[in-house]
T-cell receptor
Framework: AQSVTQLGSHVSVSEGALVLLRCNYS??????LFWYVQYPNQGLQLLLK??????LVKGINGFEAEFKKSETSFHLTKPSAHMSDAAEYFC???????????FGQGTRLTINP | DARVTQTPRHKVTEMGQEVTMRCQPI?????VFWYRQTMMQGLELLAY????????DSGMPKDRFSAEMPDATLATLKIQPSEPRDSAVYFC????????????FGDGTRLSIL
């Protein structure tokens, strides 16, 4: 079975500051990990994914995430926040095959001018 | 870009009415998911299909919800009779049954049951 915990339902940062959104997972099999972003009144859009191989994964819009097996974490970062990054972010995990996803509760990111 | 298309985008109806939501998956995708999103529960998986066959509908209230795929280009989610607690945003997602393939989401149907 898999589960995901996103630490912090709401994160607020200043424009230009580092963005760090935390995600910890639990999985009984080697996990596939995903970050999705949801803008208002839209569906979820894939930011990045980790399946196998390199543990530092780069995604769209300047985001990246690092898979740390020892810490069961997959935190999302961006060096410099932009106003357009304001959205809700979801971490998700699946077992082999990357089919059925289990989502975290989401983190709402607010960017202050 | 290929997209998952959901109709209607918004639906307001009275309690007890039948509601049908439709989803057109991305052409060539053979796995389709239905999710429900609420403030309280977040994103919940209701059901999913592979090659039009239901694989898991354990997240769906069986007495009033039903999901089908009449053909490879259409998935439907029906609620009969609808209740106020069904008010939510319903998302459809599709993917190809291959390793490493992500799910692609539609923009959802925002359902309000009065």
């Amino acid at each position: 079975a898999q589960s995901v915990t996103q630490l912090g339902s709401h994160v607020s940062v200043s424009e230009g500051a580092l963005v760090l959104l935390r995600c910890n997972y639990s999985s009984s099999v080697p996990p596939y990990l995903f970050w999705y972003v949801q803008y208002p009144n839209q569906g979820l859009q894939l930011l990045l994914k980790y399946t196998t191989g390199a543990t530092l994964v780069k995604g769209i819009n300047g985001f990246e995430a690092e898979f740390k097996k020892s810490e069961t974490s997959f935190h999302l970062t961006k060096p410099s926040a932009h106003m357009s990054d304001a959205a809700e972010y979801f971490c998700a995990v699946s077992g082999s095959g990357a089919q059925k996803l289990v989502f975290g509760q989401g983190t709402r990111l607010t960017i202050n001018p | 870009d290929a997209r998952v298309t959901q109709t209607p985008r918004h639906k307001v109806t009275e309690m007890g009415q039948e509601v049908t939501m439709r989803c057109q998956p991305i052409l060539g995708h053979n796995t389709v998911f239905w999710y429900r999103q609420t403030m309280m529960q977040g994103l919940e998986l209701l059901a999913y299909f592979r090659n039009r066959a239901p694989l898991d509908d354990s997240g769906m209230p069986k007495d009033r919800f039903s999901a089908e795929m009449p053909d490879a280009t259409l998935a439907t989610l029906k609620i009969q009779p609808s209740e106020p607690r069904d008010s939510a945003v319903y998302f459809c997602a599709s993917t190809l049954d291959r390793l490493n393939q992500p799910q692609h989401f539609g923009d959802g149907t925002r359902l309000s049951i009065l």
